[in-house]
């Protein structure tokens, strides 16, 4: 079964642009849940630019799904990680300036640093998954460091064009299928929309996909509740072939 993790930050990034409590990101989350989506994500960012780390409490103790935080490999959150529990922490990497996250982190320059920190979420029984580029390096890293997912970027892939559009799909159709053969769980996401998704529903080796900003935007003309079942359909529809 293939899973839909929902992004909620940008309902946060709606709520901050007044300040005040309106629009909830826990009732959209709630309302994911209504309309099949398998999990939860939220990116709790260093600059709290959307998600707060109240949303991330309440995120967990209100909203019966799996909670996948997504978070840079801080102290800070590291401390925050081990106070909430959410089901999975997706490592990212984060620059303050950058509008979304733009690529994969580079594991070979981090690895012995990063090994201790996944180690620590691990311990405490939080799954740990690392956002990583379809590199066959990078998923090897991936292995060594002790994660249980890699979440492979699809950005890339949404962004290009004609011959390339189709080199980035064979790109991480042949990740997915190196990750699953170390004993990693694959995941996948970033800038999926319903065009670009049904390509990488069809590898069979991905098991999850987390999708965020284009839900959103969507919700705005038609709703969230039939964006997500629109978006599960068409996923399912890839799966099957
Ligand atoms: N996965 C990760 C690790 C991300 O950082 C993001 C963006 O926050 C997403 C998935 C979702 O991407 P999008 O919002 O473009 O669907």
Redesign the pocket.
Known sequence: MLRLGV?I?HVATVRNARGGLHPDPVRAARLAKKAGAQGI?A?LREDRRHIRDEDVFRLKAEVALPLNL?MAATEEMLCIALEVRPNAC?L?PERREEL??EGGLNLLADETYLKTYVGKLSDAGIRVSL?IDPDEEQISAAARIGADIV?LHTGRYCEALGAAHTDEIGRIARGAKHAAALGLEVHA????DYATVGPIAAIPEIIEL?????LMGEAIFEGLDVAIRRMRSLMQRGRSG
């Open positions: 992004n930050d994500t990116h997504e997706c990212v979304t996250t956002f979440e996401g970033h800038g999926l987390n999708i965020g900003h284009f």
